[in-house]
């Protein structure tokens, strides 16, 4: 019978990223068995030891040829042969950009059933899951339950607290089935942008710009902002397509999904795209002249102004408390 749960995942550069750390904490907390996870990238010694800290059983190590560059359809031939050995009743992804694309493929080829961005998963009678995810674009939640015999989830970002709970890991040898003729795509080159700011998704505060920022130049009072915040800089998705921005920097359905503490909504109405990436934001601080503007109903705090009045008061105010300890 297939028990545990099986984490798979990648490195960012040879760090763990935060959100795998979230996902081992779902995966002990569901009570399955033993966690086992598979990563992929180099590093192993350190990575072992942070998978250890957050109490994963058992772990698989992929770093060799031809898992050095990503390939969506060889990556995902090769964790389809490892399931069986590996046995789980339950496989989760972070929903990162590489579990978006590689866990779709994992399930077709298996045949799970696979829910994703999940927010929080739970155990029913007989070791089912049942997972929360949203809807609509955020505007709803669903339950939703998977009824193959391997149950799959991708887990959303920057959601779930990541608890530590200490052991020691065994490593299994379990050399990867490859079939050459499933590498067909592979990434041959990755250009990161030199922005020199945070990266969105990880950030804890977020200062993001819209149409009513009405133009380009006018960004330089966001980061001025971000500057004394130490927040990074997001925007409506308009902004982006107009090239205001650099599309990095789009928030949204279509856009980035983020979890900040403190997200601030600058001259952006709040339509129900832009809100589907900022409803895990734990406070929202909207900045808007149109006392009616959608995003005051979901504004925690909300300053009714014109922003060109408002961001250098606030950013100065916010410098001299800073000044001040
Ligand atoms: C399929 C689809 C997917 C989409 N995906 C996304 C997405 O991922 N992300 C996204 O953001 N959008 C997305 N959109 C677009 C979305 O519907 C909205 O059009 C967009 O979010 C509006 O951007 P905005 O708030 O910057 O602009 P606007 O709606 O034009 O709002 C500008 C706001 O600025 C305020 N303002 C103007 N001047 C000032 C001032 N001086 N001081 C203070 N406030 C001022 C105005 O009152 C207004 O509320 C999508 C649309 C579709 C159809």
């Known amino acids: 019978m297939s028990q545990g749960v099986f984490v798979i995942f990648d490195q960012n550069q040879g760090q763990v990223r935060h959100v795998v750390l979230e996902v081992l904490t779902m995966a002990r907390q569901l009570e399955l068995g033993s966690v086992t996870t598979l990563t992929f990238g180099a590093n192993a010694s350190q990575t072992l030891k942070v998978l250890g800290e957050y109490g994963a059983d058992q772990a698989i190590f992929w770093d060799q040829e031809p898992f050095t560059r990503y390939s969506s359809d060889g990556f995902a031939d090769a964790i389809a042969h490892v399931v069986p050995h590996v046995n789980p009743a339950v496989i989760l992804f972070p929903a990162s950009a590489w579990g978006k694309d590689l866990s779709p493929r994992v399930a077709d080829l298996i045949g799970a059933g696979l829910a994703t961005d999940c927010l929080s998963l739970r155990v029913s009678t007989d070791n089912r899951v049942t997972a929360v995810r949203p809807i609509y674009a955020g505007k709803a939640l669903a339950e939703v339950a998977i009824e193959t015999p391997v149950q799959m989830f991708s887990i959303r970002p920057n959601i779930h ?8 890991p065994t490593v299994l ?6 079939s050459p003729d499933s590498f067909q ?3 041959t080159e990755r250009k990161e942008a030199q922005t020199g700011v945070q990266e ?3 950030a804890d505060i977020i200062v993001s710009g819209g149409r009513g ?3 380009p130049e006018n960004f330089k009072l966001l980061d001025e902002l971000a500057t004394v915040l130490g927040a990074a800089v997001g925007s409506s998705r308009p902004v982006a397509d107009e090239g205001w921005v650099p599309h990095s920097y789009h928030i949204g359905q279509t856009g980035k999904v983020v979890s900040p503490t403190v997200y601030f909504a600058v001259g952006i109405s709040g339509a129900i795209q832009h809100l589907a990436g900022i409803s895990g934001s734990k406070y929202i601080v909207a900045i808007n002249n149109d006392a009616e503007a959608p995003i005051f109903k979901v504004a925690n705090y909300g300053i009714v102004g014109d922003l060109f009045q408002v961001l250098p008061l606030l950013t100065e105010e916010i410098r001299a408390l800073k000044a001040n300890n």
């Open 200 to 202: 969105l998704t990880e």
């Open 173 to 178: 040898d379990l050399a990867p089935v490859v």
């Open 213 to 215: 920022m009405k133009a």
């Open 185 to 187: 795509s592979v990434v």
């Open 161 to 168: 607290k990541a608890i530590p709970d200490p052991k020691t």
